[in-house]
């Protein structure tokens, strides 16, 4: 019987993040009521306050289902490519942007988090939080930019933080404009070749050299006088 009654709440609380997802889509973040929550489950809204505090709660519960695929992804390339993280990375990045296509939640998660999400309201901890993620992902990209140096794949020169702020701004727009326009662009079948160009740049772009920050400061100082 515990085990039913387990197996029966894990489901009930699936049933909710299903339901908040739909919701979130339909109305908005800001807009939608733990009560509409409630009926779009079939369930109590004490069911809900059995299984999360809030929105914000329910929100991110969603948001640590589809992205630990995610990281489950990123380390299985990096122990496919233990020797070539370049490699790993670009792996990596193909598949976030693919499934950003093919798989309906993440897609619908991203849709809600870029177009459908006001951070007012007790959502301001929902900010602050994600900003927190933010910065973790910037520490982590340069984690894996440095290893690429140090294996040789990309030049010692290279500016660490302009290319992981670069990367992650890269990543993000092409999914937001995509997902805001689908039809501007194949980013299932394009992804590999637009992961492709970014890591040619790089591997080549002249201005993600750390040498070149000091010539386009000195340039901004000339033009300024």
Same mark, same amino acid.
């Given at each position: 019987?515990?085990?039913?009654?387990?197996? #029966?709440?894990?489901?009930?609380?699936?049933?909710?993040?299903?339901?908040?997802?739909?919701?979130?889509?339909?109305?908005?973040?800001?807009?939608?009521?733990?009560?509409?929550? @409630?009926? @779009? #489950?079939?369930?109590?809204?004490?069911?809900?306050? &059995?299984?999360?505090?809030?929105?914000?709660?329910?929100?991110?519960?969603? &948001?640590?289902?589809?992205?630990?695929?995610?990281?489950?992804?990123? !380390?299985?390339?990096? $122990?496919?490519?233990?020797?070539?993280?370049?490699? *790993?990375?670009?792996?990596?990045?193909?598949?976030?942007?693919?499934?950003? %296509?093919?798989?309906?939640?993440?897609?619908?998660?991203? +849709?809600?988090?870029?177009?459908?999400?006001?951070?007012?309201?007790? =959502?301001?901890?929902?900010?602050?939080?994600?900003?927190?993620?933010? =910065?973790?992902?910037?520490?982590?990209?340069?984690?894996?930019?440095?290893?690429?140096?140090?294996?040789?794949? !990309?030049?010692?020169?290279?500016?660490?933080?302009?290319? @992981?702020?670069? !990367?992650? *701004?890269?990543?993000? +727009? !092409?999914?937001?404009? &995509? =997902?805001?326009?689908?039809? @501007?662009?194949?980013?299932?079948?394009? #992804?590999?070749?637009?992961?492709? *160009?970014?890591?040619?740049?790089?591997?080549?772009?002249?201005?993600?050299?750390?040498?070149?920050? %000091?010539?386009? %400061?000195?340039?901004?100082?000339?033009?300024? $006088?």
């Amino acid at each position: 019987m515990g085990r039913k009654t387990k197996q #029966a709440s894990l489901e009930t609380r699936q049933q909710i993040l299903d339901a908040a997802m739909q919701e979130f889509a339909r109305r908005g973040v800001s807009s939608t009521s733990l009560n509409d929550i @409630a009926l @779009a #489950a079939g369930v109590t809204r004490g069911a809900i306050y &059995w299984h999360f505090k809030n929105k914000v709660d329910i929100f991110n519960a969603m &948001w640590t289902q589809v992205e630990s695929s995610i990281d489950d992804v990123e !380390l299985r390339y990096r $122990n496919q490519f233990p020797s070539e993280p370049l490699s *790993a990375l670009r792996q990596t990045m193909i598949y976030v942007l693919q499934t950003t %296509v093919t798989d309906p939640r993440r897609r619908t998660l991203l +849709g809600i988090l870029f177009h459908k999400c006001e951070f007012v309201g007790d =959502l301001v901890s929902l900010q602050q939080i994600h900003q927190s993620l933010y =910065l973790e992902n910037y520490e982590r990209i340069e984690k894996i930019l440095r290893l690429c140096v140090e294996y040789k794949q !990309l030049d010692k020169d290279l500016d660490i933080r302009l290319a @992981a702020i670069t !990367l992650r *701004a890269y990543i993000c +727009g !092409l999914i937001e404009n &995509w =997902l805001f326009m689908p039809e @501007a662009y194949p980013l299932e079948t394009d #992804a590999t070749r637009l992961v492709d *160009a970014f890591i040619e740049l790089l591997k080549y772009g002249l201005m993600m050299r750390k040498t070149c920050q %000091v010539q386009s %400061v000195e340039v901004s100082q000339t033009i300024g $006088n």
